[in-house]
């Protein structure tokens, strides 16, 4: 991306955080977003064929307008920069593009086609990492990434390079825990909720409004506790929007 298109980018999304627009910023996270997806098959073309977006949609805009969040759009903007791409692993931009996908959008996922040469074997992938094969079939069921080839797994080499890093080995987990997520139907996800829930009520010895609910949040944050009553009600808040998404399912299917 040349720097006049990243410089006007990068003012526009300045403006949207500043001003707390949600239209600017939609508009500027859906760019970032395709930018990525043809970019990344034209810089690693010997690694990548082509990148679909499949079923994706965005979150509300406020919802991702934080310090944090826009930490990832300034370090893709970065990784977009001409001057830099050619310097930049694939493994770095795909792991910031992965982020922020995450972070923007609501439902969908990212399709990599990968050229053949880039995947290899679970023996190969064992051999890179320095561990035994039933190893490597846990990290699978852990995170890491492969591809399904003739009935084969395949693993991408820019996943194991991603992995042969904890830190990044742990974000790549946290990423496909987001995506296991994405696929639960609500009735999985409640039962996750109520699972946290149930795990706080035994800890403290009752429900969070016998023992919290009268309290306000400026009372919680002077607690020893704050953390995990905070945690606590924020999975309360959660099941109750589901049990509504759940009931409105319900009523639209009766």
């Not at 996908?101 to 023996?123: K, N, P, Q, R």
């Not at 409004?209 to 999975?235: H, M, P, R, T």
């Amino acid at each position: 991306m040349s720097i006049a298109v990243i410089q006007k980018t990068q003012e526009s999304i300045d403006l949207a955080f500043q001003t707390k627009d949600a239209d600017l910023l939609e508009k500027e996270t859906q760019f970032l977003l395709y930018s990525l997806r043809d970019s990344i098959p034209d810089t690693f073309s010997e690694s990548v064929r082509y990148i679909q977006l499949r079923e994706t949609k965005l979150k509300p805009s406020e919802k991702f307008m934080s310090d944090t969040i826009k930490l990832f759009f300034d370090q893709v903007l970065e990784l977009l920069d001409e001057k830099n791409q050619k310097k930049n692993e694939l493994s770095a931009v795909k792991l910031a593009f992965e982020k922020l996908f995450l972070e923007t959008t609501d439902c969908g996922y990212i399709d990599y086609d990968y050229d053949i040469a880039e995947l290899v074997s679970t023996e190969q992938a064992a051999e890179y990492l320095g561990v035994s094969k039933p190893t490597i079939y846990k990290y699978l069921n852990n995170g890491l990434e492969y591809k399904i080839i003739n009935n084969v797994k395949k693993i991408p080499r820019v996943a194991l390079k991603l992995w042969s890093d904890p830190v990044t080995s742990f974000e790549m987990q946290w990423i496909h825990e987001e995506k296991k997520r994405r696929a639960q139907t609500l009735e999985e996800k409640l039962e996750v909720i109520q699972g946290r829930i149930t795990e706080y009520e035994i800890e403290y010895g009752g429900e969070f409004e016998y023992l919290y609910g009268n309290k306000s949040d400026s009372l919680i944050d002077g607690l020893d506790e704050a953390v995990d009553v905070f945690d606590w009600k924020g999975y309360i808040v959660q099941k109750n929007a589901l049990l509504k998404q759940i009931q409105a399912k319900k009523g639209t299917n009766a």
